[in-house]
């Protein structure tokens, strides 16, 4: 299993694809691993060779103790880059994932060729995190599992709790609760506001509807502060490919491929 060590946690990685293609690097949500993206991977390395991670504490990486910021989550992706020899790359990230993508396009501009922030916020309010970091040290992940659950997907996914559904929801029972509590640290420290007027990769900007984490209007401000983003917005919840996979693919793979950078708002693919 390829892994690096760096700022004191080992941190697994994975590169998929055939190594002439495009390299696209994927960035998970909160409470998740790399597996995360498993819906999409069939679409997706029809036309990307795909490189993914796992945070620290989640999946097969180790949690550091303490707290977290998201300029170390930055780092830790450049050097998961780095460890895979992709040089450069498009990014996308979804929630979490999608505020480290900010970090890193800001501060590491000649690393990304395009970007794709989907269901994130360059500021979140605190309030929620310190709640949250109280119930996990308390209780454990178990204890916010459902409530988690509930606001990545659709009630009607949730009612269905299909394959898919059980899958994320292991995962996240499986979370180390210090690597949890480390990245709800940097979600509630953050403001990534200032860096969103240094972004020069042409961005596509994805929100939803039913996102109750990251509401529309977040996306929206983010697609208004980066010059030449286009903004997307689909009737689903927070985590948008794992309930429409094959319309994710597609909505990726056009804009990766065609570069379009003017703004512009679509439709909602069918669920």
Same mark, same amino acid.
């Given at each position: 299993?390829?892994?690096?060590?760096?700022?004191?946690?080992?941190?697994?990685?994975?590169?998929?694809?055939?190594?002439?293609?495009?390299?696209?690097?994927?960035?998970?949500?909160?409470?998740?691993?790399?597996?995360?993206?498993?819906?999409?991977?069939?679409?997706?390395?029809?036309?990307?060779?795909?490189?993914?991670?796992?945070?620290?504490?989640?999946?097969?990486?180790?949690?550091?103790?303490?707290? /977290?910021?998201?300029?170390?989550?930055?780092?830790?992706?450049?050097?998961?880059?780095?460890?895979?020899?992709?040089?450069?790359?498009?990014?996308?990230?979804?929630?979490?994932?999608?505020?480290?993508?900010?970090?890193?396009?800001?501060?590491?501009?000649?690393?990304?060729?395009?970007?794709?922030?989907?269901?994130?916020?360059?500021?979140?309010?605190?309030?929620?995190?310190?709640?949250?970091?109280?119930?996990?040290?308390?209780?454990?992940?178990?204890?916010?599992?459902?409530?988690?659950?509930?606001?990545?997907?659709?009630?009607?996914?949730?009612?269905?709790?299909?394959?898919? /559904?059980?899958?994320?929801?292991?995962?996240?029972?499986?979370?180390?609760?210090?690597?949890?509590?480390?990245?709800?640290?940097?979600?509630?420290?953050?403001?990534?506001?200032?860096?969103?007027?240094?972004?020069?990769?042409?961005?596509?900007?994805?929100?939803?509807?039913?996102?109750?984490?990251?509401?529309?209007?977040?996306?929206?401000?983010?697609?208004?502060?980066?010059?030449?983003?286009?903004?997307?917005?689909?009737?689903?919840?927070?985590?948008?490919?794992?309930?429409?996979?094959?319309? /994710?693919?597609?909505?990726?793979?056009? /804009?990766?491929?065609?570069?379009?950078?003017?703004?512009?708002?679509?439709?909602?693919?069918?669920?």
């Amino acid at each position: 299993m390829p892994f690096v060590h760096h700022e004191g946690a080992r941190l697994y990685w994975r590169i998929d694809g055939h190594p002439d293609r495009p390299p696209l690097v994927l960035l998970n949500s909160l409470g998740t691993d790399h597996s995360l993206w498993e819906p999409v991977m069939p679409g997706l390395l029809g036309h990307f060779r795909v490189l993914r991670t796992d945070k620290p504490g989640h999946g097969a990486s180790d949690a550091r103790e303490g707290e /977290y910021s998201i300029a170390q989550l930055g780092r830790d992706v450049l050097a998961v880059m780095d460890a895979a020899g992709v040089q450069r790359a498009h990014l996308g990230g979804v929630s979490i994932g999608g505020m480290i993508g900010i970090w890193v396009a800001a501060h590491a501009p000649e690393r990304i060729d395009r970007l794709v922030l989907s269901n994130t916020s360059a500021k979140l309010a605190p309030e929620g995190f310190v709640e949250r970091i109280r119930l996990v040290r308390e209780s454990g992940i178990a204890a916010i599992a459902d409530a988690v659950l509930g606001r990545f997907f659709t009630p009607d996914f949730v009612a269905r709790a299909d394959a898919r /559904y059980h899958s994320v929801r292991t995962t996240l029972l499986q979370v180390d609760p210090a690597g949890y509590i480390g990245c709800c640290a940097a979600l509630r420290d953050m403001d990534l506001r200032p860096l969103l007027a240094r972004i020069a990769a042409p961005t596509l900007v994805i929100t939803c509807r039913d996102d109750q984490s990251t509401p529309p209007a977040m996306g929206e401000a983010i697609a208004a502060a980066i010059a030449g983003a286009r903004l997307v917005q689909w009737e689903l919840a927070h985590i948008p490919f794992v309930e429409a996979p094959q319309q /994710y693919v597609e909505l990726l793979a056009g /804009y990766l491929h065609a570069a379009r950078s003017h703004k512009r708002t679509d439709g909602t693919p069918p669920r």
